[in-house]
């Protein structure tokens, strides 16, 4: 499987400031997903990272909120901006693996406190 | 209606018992299930994928249910490194939908 690095592994920002998470992966991966999970919760997709287009959101996330970069196939960031305490949660970049049937596979995850 | 459910937990068990997990899918065109495994502030990772025809990884039994639209998770002879969070993930493999269940907690005592 890919290995996934995420950083920063966590922060804690002030209201109002953005956050922007970085993800790399070792290869080429076509899948690459941004999720969310909040604490004792299970994970929510926010969007799928598309290579050289914009991101397609899910219901609920929008592109201002959540901007996503994706400029290759290595490498993907996730900017969560204008933050207040709601969006203190664990965001986590996924991959998708196709080389049998699709699987998921994560990065360590970015532990976010907005006070 | 949830995309998949799964029951909380928690479950307490001593080490060496046997622990079924169970997990329905709302969703009958879902192609692909998987049980991932999320230790306490770690990422989940994938523990094992589910076959329709069911299958067995050493002490973890992982059976499909299609019909009913159902999983479950089998563990034997518990250990301690077995307490984590269990995720049942549906997938309907049209490359962005993996819907993952809220988790069930397993705690193996001593």
């Known amino acids: 499987s890919a290995v996934i690095s995420q950083k920063p592994s966590r922060d804690i920002c002030q209201r109002g400031t953005s956050l922007t998470i970085q993800c790399q992966v070792d290869?080429?991966?076509?899948?690459m997903f941004w999720y969310r999970q909040q604490p004792g919760q299970s994970l929510t997709l926010i969007a799928t990272?598309?290579?050289?287009?914009?991101?397609?959101?899910e219901s609920g996330f929008v592109i201002d909120k959540f901007p996503i970069s994706r400029p290759n196939l290595t490498f993907s960031t996730l900017t969560v901006s204008n933050m207040s305490p709601e969006d203190s949660s664990i965001y986590l970049c996924?991959?998708?693996?196709?080389?049998?049937?699709?699987?998921?596979?994560f990065g360590q995850g970015t532990r976010l406190t907005v006070v | 209606r949830k995309e998949v459910e799964q029951d909380p937990g928690p479950f307490n068990v001593p080490e060496g018992a046997t622990v079924a997990f169970n997990c329905t899918y709302s969703?009958?065109?879902?192609?692909?299930f998987f049980w991932y495994r999320q230790d306490c502030r770690k990422e989940p990772k994938l523990l094992m994928s589910?076959?329709?025809s069911g299958n067995e990884d050493g002490r973890f039994t992982a059976q499909l249910n299609r019909a009913s639209q159902y999983i479950s998770l089998l563990i034997r002879d518990s250990k301690l490194s077995d307490s984590a969070t269990y995720l049942c993930?549906?997938?309907?493999?049209?490359?962005?939908?993996?819907?993952f269940g809220t988790g069930t907690s397993l705690t193996v005592i001593p």
């Open positions: 990272a598309n290579q050289g287009s914009e991101a397609t959101y």
């Open positions: 969703n009958s065109a879902s192609q692909s």
């Open positions: 290869s080429q991966v076509t899948m």
């Open positions: 996924s991959v998708g693996d196709n080389r049998d049937i699709i699987k998921a596979f």
């Open positions: 993930v549906v997938s309907l493999n049209t490359g962005n939908q993996f819907y």
């Open positions: 589910v076959y329709s």
